[in-house]
C-alpha cells in the first residue's frame, strides 16, 4: 500500500517558469514531510522539509506546502533552471522516525 | 558529497549467491537506514538499525539480513539471489532516531543478478 503518492511521473517546464511538483499522502499520523532530488548514478539528496505545525517552509528557490486537511504537499521551485532537471521525491515519516516513506518521484526537466 | 559511503559500487553475481553490501553513515549519525530501488520503482524501506540495535523492518525478504555494528557501519547481507533482487541498493543515515532529522543517503550500491 503506497502511503504517500505521487501521480505525475513526469513535468516539463521552461527556463525560469516555476515548476510545481505534487504528493499526497494517506497516513494522518506522517507529521514530517520532505523533499528530495536525484540524478542518475547517485543517491537522493534531500532539498527542505516541512514540520505539520508548519504549512509553509521557503528555501532560496524552493518552497515546500503542506495541507494537512487535503493530505498534500507541493514543492515549488522559482525560477526554474535546467540544473534542476532530476528525479525529485517526496518522503514523510512519523514523529518516531523509524521509518520514511518516498513516494516513486516525479521526473523534472526544465528546457532551457 | 553527503558523507554517507557505500561499497561496492556496482556488483554483479549469479543467482544462488550470497553477497554484503556495507554502508558507514555520516560521522556523528546513530541511525542507518537500507532502501531497494528496483527498475521504474521508488525507494522500497527494507529496514533500520539505531546504535546497534534493529528498530523497523519494512518489506524486507527473510533471505535479506542486516546489521550495525559498535563502529556504527551496516552490512546488508542478500543470500540465494534471484533474478528480481537485481536494483539499486541505498544506505542513509540521519543524527537520530525520532523528531526531524532528514536522512542522508550514499550514491548506492548497483546489484546485477544474471
Known amino acids: 500500500d503506497q502511503q504517500v503518492k505521487q501521480n505525475s511521473p513526469s513535468l516539463s517546464v521552461q527556463e525560469g517558469r516555476i515548476s510545481i511538483l505534487n504528493c499526497d499522502y494517506t497516513?494522518?499520523?506522517?507529521?514530517?514531510f520532505l523533499w528530495y532530488k536525484k540524478y542518475p548514478a547517485e543517491g537522493p539528496t534531500f532539498l527542505i522539509s516541512?514540520?505539520?505545525?508548519?504549512d509553509k517552509n521557503e528555501d532560496g528557490r524552493f518552497t515546500v506546502f503542506l495541507n494537512k486537511s487535503a493530505k498534500h504537499l507541493s514543492l515549488h521551485i522559482v525560477p526554474s533552471q535546467p540544473g534542476d532537471s532530476a528525479v525529485y521525491f517526496c518522503?514523510?515519516?512519523?514523529?518516531?522516525?523509524?521509518?520514511?516513506?518516498f513516494g516513486t518521484g516525479t521526473s523534472l526537466t526544465v528546457i532551457p | 558529497d553527503s558523507g554517507v559511503t557505500q561499497t561496492p559500487k556496482h556488483l554483479i553475481t549469479a543467482t544462488g549467491q550470497r553477497v554484503t553490501l556495507r554502508c558507514s553513515p555520516r560521522?556523528?549519525?546513530?541511525?542507518v537506514y537500507w532502501y531497494q530501488q528496483s527498475l521504474d520503482q521508488g525507494l522500497q524501506f527494507l529496514i533500520q538499525?539505531?546504535?546497534?540495535?534493529?528498530?523497523a523492518k519494512g518489506n524486507i525478504l527473510e533471505r535479506f539480513s542486516a546489521q550495525q555494528f559498535p563502529d556504527l557501519h551496516s552490512e546488508l547481507n542478500l543470500s540465494s539471489l534471484e533474478l528480481g533482487d537485481s536494483a539499486l541498493y541505498f544506505c542513509?543515515?540521519?543524527?537520530?532516531?525520532?523528531?526531524?532529522?532528514?536522512?542522508?543517503f550514499g550514491n548506492g550500491t548497483r546489484l546485477t543478478v544474471t
Open positions: 518522503a514523510a515519516s512519523d514523529l518516531i522516525g523509524n521509518q520514511f516513506y
Open positions: 497516513n494522518s499520523m506522517f507529521d514530517y
Open positions: 516541512i514540520s505539520s505545525i508548519k
Open positions: 560521522s556523528g549519525d546513530l541511525s
Open positions: 538499525y539505531y546504535n546497534g540495535e534493529e528498530r
Open positions: 542513509a543515515s540521519n543524527s537520530y532516531m525520532g523528531g526531524n532529522s532528514p536522512l542522508h
